[in-house]
C-alpha cells in the first residue's frame, strides 16, 4: 500500500480511533453484535465506527524473499469482515524498541463476506517498523484492528473499462477490486491491469490473474512490466512508461484509472500542481484518476 494511501486514508482513520475511547469501541461493537442478532444477517467485524479487535494469526505462509501472506481469524466463525470494494483496515501495534505505537492500513486479499478469517499480502520494508513486527508474528500471536478505511466508492457498471495501474506492494488494492468485480456477475465492467514491478519474483498473485484472463479473456487482460527481469524472462523488460500505457490503456470518455504504487511513480503518473503527469499528457482528465 503506498505512502499516498496512507497519508489519505490515515487521516479519516486516526480521526476516529482519536475521537473514541476503548470504552465507546466496546460499546459500538456490543451494539453492533445486537443489531445483527436481531436482523438475521451475517455478524460484521467492522462497520462504521472503530473496533478494536486483536485477532490471532492463524497461519504465515512466505510468498517471496519479503512477502508474507497472512490469515487472522475473525472473532467468530461466522463473522465476516463488513467492508465494501477498496476498503482497507487500519493496524495498531507497538513493535519492540519503538517509541511511540505504529499505524499502517493493509488491504484484504481474501473474499470481503468469507467467514471467519482475514487475508492479507505484507511486504516487509528494511525500514517499515509496522511491515517487520508483522512478519515476526507467528501463529497464535494476534495483531490489533482499529477500523475499516472506506476508499473509492465503487458502482458496478458505471465504467464501461477501467484500467489498474499498480506498483509494487500496490497490487493488493487493485487485486481486490478486480476480484470483487469479476465475482459479481452484475457488473460487466471491462479491466486492464498494468502491473511494474523490480523482479520476476515480485509478481504477486499473477496465478490468481492468470485464472482471471483464462475465465474471463474478454473482459480481463493483465500486462506486466519488471525493471529488473532474469535473463529468461518471459516478461516485457522496463517501467510502467507513457509508451506502454499509450498502447494498452482504454480511452472511452467514461473510463476511470486507478493507480496505487511507490510516490515516485504515482508521481510520474499523476503529477502534482506544477506538472502535469504522464495520465494527463495521454489525456485523460483529473476527474478520470483516483489514487488508492
Known amino acids: ?32 453484535n445486537v443489531v445483527h ?14 473496533a478494536f479487535l486483536s485477532l490471532e494469526l492463524e497461519s504465515s505462509e512466505a510468498v517471496n524473499h519479503n512477502t508474507k501472506r497472512l490469515r487472522f481469524k475473525l472473532p467468530e466463525p ?3 469482515s463488513g467492508l465494501t470494494l477498496t476498503s482497507a483496515l487500519l493496524t495498531f501495534s507497538w513493535p519492540k524498541g519503538s517509541i511511540l505505537p505504529v499505524l499502517r492500513p493493509y488491504t484484504l486479499i481474501n473474499d470481503l463476506d468469507e467467514p471467519g478469517v482475514l487475508e492479507f499480502l505484507v511486504k516487509r520494508y528494511p525500514n517499515g517498523k509496522q511491515s517487520t513486527h508483522i ?30 495501474i499498480a506498483g509494487g506492494a500496490g497490487i493488493t488494492p487493485a487485486y481486490q477490486l478486480i476480484r470483487g468485480i469479476l465475482q459479481n456477475p452484475d457488473d460487466q465492467t471491462k479491466i486492464t491491469l498494468v502491473f511494474g514491478v523490480n523482479t520476476d519474483a515480485d509478481l504477486l498473485l499473477k496465478k490468481e490473474f492468470d485464472d482471471y484472463q483464462t475465465r474471463f479473456p474478454s473482459r480481463f487482460q493483465a500486462i506486466y512490466t519488471v ?12 517501467y510502467v512508461s507513457k509508451d506502454l500505457l499509450k498502447e494498452v490503456g482504454p480511452h472511452s470518455e467514461d473510463c476511470k484509472v486507478f493507480v496505487c504504487g511507490p510516490p515516485p511513480m504515482e508521481e510520474s503518473l499523476v503529477g502534482g500542481k506544477r506538472k502535469p503527469g504522464i495520465l494527463e499528457e495521454l489525456g485523460y482528465r483529473k476527474d478520470q484518476i483516483h489514487k488508492f
Open 227 to 238: 525493471s529488473h527481469p532474469t535473463n529468461d524472462s518471459p516478461f516485457r523488460k522496463g
Open 78 to 80: 461466522d463473522t465476516v
Open 135 to 164: 512478519h515476526s508474528l507467528q501463529p497464535g500471536d494476534s495483531l490489533r484492528f482499529i477500523t475499516r478505511l472506506p476508499g473509492y466508492s465503487w458502482q458496478p457498471n458505471k465504467h464501461s473499462e477501467i484500467m489498474l
Open 37 to 50: 442478532a436481531d436482523s438475521g444477517a451475517p455478524k460484521r467485524a467492522f462497520g462504521n465506527g472503530p
Open 1 to 32: 500500500m503506498s505512502f499516498t494511501l496512507l497519508s489519505t486514508r490515515l487521516s479519516r482513520g486516526v480521526t476516529g480511533v482519536a475521537a473514541a475511547s476503548a470504552g465507546a469501541g466496546l460499546y459500538y461493537t456490543y451494539m453492533r
